[in-house]
Structures are given as C-alpha cells and as structure tokens.
C-alpha cells in the first residue's frame, strides 16, 4: 500500500463520527449496567454485579488503549491513534466506578474500613495500586498538559500505564483464586504479555538497528 | 454501637438486620404493645406466621414433591427467609459450573433416584442407606437457619431435615472415630462441571465428631417444604450454620468416620485461604477480602436492593451461645 492512496479503513477511521461512535460505545457498557438497575435486573447480589461489571470493563479498557500502539504499526493505520486517549480516560472512569462501588458498597463510605482492607489484603492493595497508577495519567491527559510536561517527559509519565496494567491483572487474577479459577485473568495476562512484549520487541530491534547503523556509518567512514 | 455478642439465635441489633418493611412494622408492633402487651405478642406471632407464609407464597413453585416438616423454632431465627427465587438461582456448586446462575441452569442432568449412602469407616455397623430409609429415619424438622458464604454474602433459609447425630448414632462411632468427611457425588456426565479440574473431584468436606453430633448440624433434604431442588444439593447436602457455606457438601453418596482431620477440596486448592474449620469469624479473614460485614441477599428495595447497607457478621454467625465451648481454648486466627 502507497502512502499516497490511504486505504478505505484508514478513511472510514478518519470520518468525523468515529471519535462519537467509540465514546457511545464506551458508555454501552454503563448504560446497560444503569438499565438492569432500573429494571430490578442486576441479579441476587446487585453489589457483585456492579462491583465486578465496572472492574471487568475497567480492564478490558485498558487492555485495549495498550493495543492501539500496536495495532498502529501492525496495520498502519496511523489513524488509530486518534482513539488512545479516549479510551484510556474511559478505562479510568470505569476504574474509579469501580472503585466507588467497592467503597461505598461494601464500605458504606468509611475510610476506615476501606484502609483496613486495603492493609490487610494484597488484592484490594493491587487494586488501589492500579487505580492510583492511573490518576496521573488522566490529570495531565490534555493537550494543554503535554505541552507543559514536554513530549518527551509526558511520555515517560505515560509509560506508567505498563505498570497499571500488570498490576490491574494481577488484581484480578488474585481475586478469581478465591474461586480457584484463574482461566479468565490467564487469558487477560496472556493478551496483556503480548501487547507489552511486543514493545520490548521493537525497542529491542529498534536499538540494534541503531547500534547497525551506525557501525555500518563508522566502517563507510573508515572505507 | 451496643454490639450483644453470642446471644444465640438473636441478632445483635435489629435495626442492622432487619428489612425496613418490617422493621416499620415492629415500630407499630411497639405501638401496639404500648397499649397492650398480650396485643403485642399476638401480633409478633402473626407477624412471623405472616411472614413465612408470604415468602412461601412468593417463591416456592410447589413443582417439588412437598416434604412433611414440623417448625423447630426452638433452631430457627426468627429473621425473613430469603425469597425462594434467590435461594435456588444464586447457588455455589462447582459440579455445575463456577457461575452463580450456571447450577440453576444445568443442574437438571441429576438424576437423585435412586440414591445411596454409605456409611463407613471407625464405625461397628457400616451400612447403606436408600435415601427412602434415610428420609424416615428420624423425625424431619423445619429449621430456619441463617447461611453465610465466605465470599461474603448471606441468606435466611427454612432448611428441612433432622440432626446429622442420627445417622451417626445408628452405624455406631468406634473409639477411633475422630472426625467425620462427606463426600459428594463424582459423575462428570450428570455433573458437567466436575470436567474441570478446578478443584479435586469429588468435592469432600468434613468436621470434628464434636461438631457433626452438634444438634445444629443438621442432615438437610429440603427447603421452603419441598424436597431439595437439585442446584442446592439434593438429594441431601450437609448445613451447618455457623461455618461457612462451602463446609455444607451437596448430593452426598458417602459419609465416613475417620481418625485423621481429612484435608476437604478446598484447603486442597487454595491451603492459605481456607482452613478445616472455617468457622464464621469476622476478625479473621486469611483470604483477599474483609469478613467483616456481609450483604443480606433478597432485601429488594431501588436498584435491586443495590444501596441497602450491608450488616455487620457475627462470630460464629451469632450461633456463639450453641457452639462457642467446641473451641475453648483454640486460637480461631490459626485454626481459621
């Protein structure tokens, strides 16, 4: 393919109504949530199906901002990227809903408890780990914020989400072994080594190639 | 917080227990007694009388062979029972897959007739029950028992059945008969689930003698007057209502006596976590998750009951006064 003659998917990405559509369907998940709230279906256990709903899609959120980079320079579709940010921000608002249930559901909104749990168990720490991995990744999400960091800085800070993301797996791999099924969160874990191994790939090649060139510049200067 | 601890079957404090309706209902009940106590006491009568026959008529489809029962109030709380709904489609049964819902919807492949049980081990008469002779052999109770998971959520439920002591009694204990496991069915092609390895087949769970002739332990065949649906463990299953749930094993086909603690399922799979005793503790919680508090299913109310505040756990989940001196002098953080 020509870089001159972008193809149909690279112009159907860059259509207006894509940033729209994905920000719809980012709230589906939400919306249906709300919907079987109001029609008295969320199941014996509402708490569950709320707490482990927003965490599951929290996730799978984040795990899908951790694809884009790579679907990008798989495909080429660089117009991909336009879609980054927001579903990170959504990963985040998913997170913090998830957050806000677990304090306020099974809390019922006192610090104290909450801090007790978040002490006593690794699993709960993981996941406040995560969320407060996070936050300063959605504060300094804006244009506005990148150019007061600087791109190279505000990248560095944004590395942070490779960490966000093993520790979020981590949370829920170690909240499915309370049921001795971790099949799920392997999955999660497996899909999540790929997307961040597949980095490590390409910084690997990309410094060899460096390393080759200029070797090879240094022979050519010799010769 | 006037927190009463150990008073047997009574809850702590009502107004953390107590559905709003019907705790806008006692308010009128005091009313009432106000002017009359012998008023009073009529209408806390009826009031439980009606409740009961409410959640029947809520759930209870009356598909199930009924169960001739006689109320054992002297065992029952007197809390609401937990609509039958919730009690037969949010059910932990791993044979039938790991969801909550996955047993109400596979669990039809059980075929529980005909159906044995044997009884073995350091016993003097080993013997093999039919469930027919197993239903007659004492007289079956109605017992409303509160029931609390170790995932941190509770029901009420009206359980039919007689003390597991029975049993035990009949087959003669020998003097070597320390403990007691149960051991549930193993047939992958009417138990799906158990095609898995998540945990080892079949499922086995046990207790100390002391606790299985417990009067509370009780051999249970069936709730909400009907014979068990087969998702809760028919044809008969294990309740001992002061532990938690996972320690109540389902559709049992062997009961052994034994000299040695038996290592269940679950202190198999995950040994951090879940101890042989598995008494209701809420200071101690070894797995991931706090035991303080627990989230009463089947309170309706906006959302599903979604912002009902969740009620504080009770030691041996308030069965204290009845079996406490079992554990005299342990340390229940190490023997969780």
């Known amino acids: 393919m020509t870089p001159s003659a972008p193809s149909l998917a690279r112009r159907l990405l860059r259509h207006k109504v894509v940033k729209p559509a994905v920000f719809v369907l980012c709230l589906l998940p939400l919306l249906h949530l709300v919907w079987r709230g109001l029609s008295d279906d969320l199941g014996p256990n ?13 996730l799978r959120l984040l795990l899908l901002t951790l694809a884009i980079t790579p679907l990008r320079k798989l495909s080429g579709w660089a117009e991909l990227a336009r879609l ?23 809390n019922g909104f006192h610090a104290d408890m909450a801090l007790h749990d978040i002490v006593r168990h690794p699993f709960v ?45 981590f949370h829920f791999w170690w909240g499915k072994l309370a049921k001795n099924n971790t099949a799920t969160p392997t999955a ?35 010769a | 917080m006037s927190k009463r601890r150990d008073q047997g079957f009574e809850h702590p404090v009502a107004s953390d227990i ?45 598909k199930l062979p009924a169960l001739a029962a006689r109320n054992n109030s002297a065992f029952s709380t007197t809390q609401t029972p937990t609509p039958y709904k919730d009690i037969v489609t949010y059910n932990n049964f791993y044979e039938f897959g790991t969801s909550k819902s996955d047993p109400s919807q596979r669990a039809g492949s059980l075929r529980t007739r005909p159906w044995t049980v044997v009884v073995d081990g350091e016993v003097h008469k080993p013997r093999t029950f039919g469930i027919d002779d197993l239903l007659k052999l ?52 009417e138990m799906p ?16 003698l002391d606790e299985a002739m417990h009067p509370l332990t009780l051999l249970t065949f069936g709730l909400y007057g009907e014979v068990l649906p087969n998702q809760d463990g028919a044809p008969l299953r294990m309740v001992i209502p002061w532990k938690y749930g996972f320690k109540g094993g389902k559709s049992i086909v062997r009961i052994q006596l034994v000299e040695k603690q038996p290592v269940t399922s679950w202190m198999r799979a995950v040994p951090q976590w879940y101890g042989f005793y598995s008494n209701v503790n809420p200071d ?28 504080p756990t009770q030691l041996f989940n308030g069965y204290g006064a009845q079996v406490a001196h079992l554990y005299q002098g342990m340390d229940l953080r190490r023997f969780f």
Request: net charge positive; charged share 15%.
């Open chain 2, 18 to 62: 107590t559905p709003r309706e019907m705790y806008r209902d006692r308010r009128h009940w005091l009313a009432a007694a106000a002017v009359g106590a012998a008023a009073g006491v009529a209408a806390l009568t009826s009031r439980h009388a009606r409740a009961l026959s409410q959640a029947a008529t809520q759930g209870a489809p009356g």
């Open chain 2, 284 to 311: 101690v919680s070894p797995q991931n998750w706090s035991q303080a508090t627990e989230r009463l299913i089947g309170q309706g109310g906006a959302f599903g009951g979604l912002f009902a505040p969740r009620v």
């Open chain 1, 188 to 222: 999660y874990a497996a899909i999540l080594a790929l997307l961040l191994g597949l980095r490590l790939w390409w910084a690997w090649r990309a410094a060899r190639n460096r390393r080759g060139a200029g070797a090879q510049g240094s022979s050519r200067s010799l």
């Open chain 1, 46 to 58: 509402p708490e569950q199906t709320v707490i482990w709903t927003t965490g599951l899609w929290a």
């Open chain 1, 125 to 169: 720490l993981a996941g406040m780990t995560a969320l407060l991995l996070l936050l300063p990744l959605a504060l300094t999400s804006t244009n506005g914020m990148i150019k007061r960091l600087g791109a190279a800085r505000w990248q560095r800070l944004h590395r942070l989400i490779y960490v966000a993301g093993a520790v979020a797996v």
């Open chain 1, 84 to 106: 980054r940010r927001l579903l990170g921000l959504f990963a985040f608002a998913y997170a913090m809903l998830h957050f806000t249930a677990w304090f306020g559901l099974v």
């Open chain 2, 138 to 189: 004492a007289p079956m109770e109605e017992r409303i028992y509160r029931h609390r998971c170790v995932e941190g959520w509770a029901m009420v439920v009206p359980w039919l059945g007689y003390p597991l002591s029975h049993v035990l009694k009949a087959v003669e204990p020998t003097a070597n008969a320390k403990y007691v496991q149960y051991i549930t069915l193993l047939d992958p092609a």
């Open chain 2, 193 to 208: 689930g158990q095609n898995d390895p998540i945990l080892q087949w079949p499922y086995l769970e046990g207790l100390r």
